[in-house]
């Protein structure tokens, strides 16, 4: 589902009291998804929607919202008031032409959980209206609430891509990202496929290649031929990964981590080869099923860790690997903004080990003269650079490839929406990823 929705001033309310329930799941570590999932179990995919805007509205703001709310209230009110006050707050921030519908709902929100509080939410909401832009002056002078995440995550990412890059990363991570799609080849080309979005109203901007992005986004439902499968919803960034591995026909070709299967099916979409997709997770594993359905394609998938191969490896070596390792997701903070909360800094270190594990498990599985193409969507060297760098240290058999013409053999990729240092054959629109593109010889 998309961000795409309208909220009705008459569904608002109701879309408040669930989004702070979420916001509330969220802070007790969940995740957005998950608490998405549990906050919106009974309602209506319109309410699910409404509800879904507003809980990224909300985490985008998380930092604005709550140093505002300290601003104008001397003590923290109650739990549920709070997390009402800081989603209204977000929304407001957004949406300034909204605030007379949007003050209003909050407050019959806030009275349908505390009927006592909803006095002190319409003063703080009220205030914020006339002194929105002293307040919102006042609390964006702290680096934390202007780029929405923590310090030791702002010190990291600039250390990672330097200050202008990793700047520029995080205010762009505070909008909505596009919604790109990849056209599946095998059954209609780009150029068919955006006259057929023109004639259902869509206006689209192809990426190359396979990608095509919406100049709004839509409903995946809204999607001319989604439910034939014309076309999946993937970022451009994540499409590099089966381009670069350039499946040929007849190779035999293992997707390590592969839920929920968008790089199988491209690799499938690319060439006639036989892919094995592993993914641990067995409810995840639905989704890869699912997809290829929908595709018209077909795997071998199972549910299984990778790294341990005595439970899945046949004995037959692969041409290709693409191993998209488990990560902190520092490159895709715009789609998942929770991410930033929701990590520490040990757990670079820790998903590091994880990386380490999977690569030495899967480099043996791979045949003399073939390659592993590895990949995480994070931009921490620890995570990316660092971890090649090892690798090749322990492994003088393996060698770096270039995945791009004229790209470094070690290529990192900030999110950005206008990327000048594009290479050929990389889109200028994408989320932030590392490849490395791995040989044995």
């Known amino acids: 589902m998309t961000e795409h ?58 930092m604005l919202a709550q140093t505002v709310l300290s601003m104008l209230a001397q003590r923290p009110p109650e739990a549920q008031v709070k997390a009402i006050l800081l989603v209204s707050l977000a929304e407001l921030y957004e949406s300034p032409q909204k605030s007379y519908v949007i003050c209003n709902e909050a407050v019959k929100a806030v009275k349908s959980i505390n009927v006592r509080a909803a006095g002190f939410a319409n003063a703080c909401l009220r205030r914020f209206t006339r002194e929105r832009d002293s307040l919102c002056a006042k609390a964006l002078k702290h680096e934390e609430v202007r780029f929405n995440a923590p310090a030791w995550w702002i010190e990291k990412l600039r250390a990672a891509l330097g200050s202008d890059k990793a700047d520029k990363m995080m205010a762009l991570a505070q909008k909505r990202p596009p919604m790109t799609v990849r056209v599946n080849r095998r059954k209609t080309t780009v150029d068919d496929w955006r006259a057929l979005a023109q004639t259902a109203g869509l206006r689209t901007v192809p990426l190359g290649h396979s990608a095509v992005m919406l100049e709004s986004p839509v409903p995946v439902s809204e999607l001319p031929g989604f439910a034939e499968g014309l076309v999946s919803v993937q970022d451009a960034g994540a499409q590099l990964a089966a381009q670069f591995l350039s499946p040929q026909n007849g190779q035999r070709i293992l997707d390590a981590c592969a839920a929920p299967g968008g790089k199988t099916a491209h690799l499938l979409e690319l060439a006639d080869c036989s892919v094995t997709a592993l993914e641990v997770d067995s409810t995840r594993c639905g989704r890869i099923h699912e997809n290829l359905v929908r595709l018209g394609l077909q795997a071998d998938v199972r549910t299984s860790d990778a790294a341990d191969i005595s439970c899945w490896y046949d004995g037959n070596p692969f041409d290709s690997i693409l191993l998209d390792a488990p990560c902190t997701a520092s490159g895709i903070v715009r789609r998942h903004p929770d991410i930033v909360f929701s990590r520490r800094p040990s757990d670079i270190n820790e998903l590091a080990k ?43 058999e393996a060698k770096l490839a270039p995945v791009a013409e004229h790209a470094p053999l070690m290529l990192t990729l900030a999110a950005s929406e206008n990327d000048q240092e594009s290479f050929p054959g990389i889109a200028p629109v994408h989320d932030g990823f590392f490849y490395a593109l791995l040989l044995k010889h």
């Open 354 to 396: 994880q990386q380490k594990r999977l690569l030495e498990a899967l480099w043996p599985l791979v045949k003399f003269g073939g390659k592993l193409l590895y990949v995480v969507c994070s931009v921490f060297e620890e995570e990316g650079q660092n971890q090649i760098k090892n690798f090749l240290s322990r492994h003088p």
């Open 5 to 62: 929705t309208t909220k009705t001033s008459a569904a608002l309310a109701r879309a408040i009291v669930l989004a702070a329930t979420a916001r509330s799941l969220m802070n007790a570590g969940a995740s957005l998804e998950k608490a998405l999932e549990a906050s919106c179990r009974d309602v209506t995919p319109q309410e699910k929607a409404a509800c879904q805007a507003l809980v990224y509205t909300a985490t985008r703001r998380h």
